[in-house]
């Protein structure tokens, strides 16, 4: 186990070019889980952020709405979940 701040650079290192976080949250329970989100260029860098994410063995789960992934917009939210 890592200290949050640790995990939430980790996650934020594999950002693709363009990709801006404007609002982090953390919150413990039984899984932590890491909420961020953010504006990227395309949904080609949010699926390759989304990616990197997945196959990442520090997070258990990853999950980016559907509509993030699809829509014409550039905003996006990711939640992280693990035993970090």
Not at 10 to 18: F, I, V
């Amino acid at each position: 186990s890592t200290s949050p701040m640790n995990t939430i650079m980790h996650a934020l290192s594999l950002r693709p070019k363009g990709t801006t976080i404007f609002h982090i949250s953390y919150q413990t329970g039984k899984q932590n889980t890491i909420f961020f989100s953010g504006t990227t260029q395309t949904r080609e860098a949010l699926s390759t952020f989304r990616n990197s994410l997945q196959n990442d063995p520090a997070f258990k789960n990853v999950s980016v709405p559907v509509e993030d992934l699809v829509g014409n917009n550039s905003t996006f939210s990711v939640t992280l979940t693990g035993n970090f």
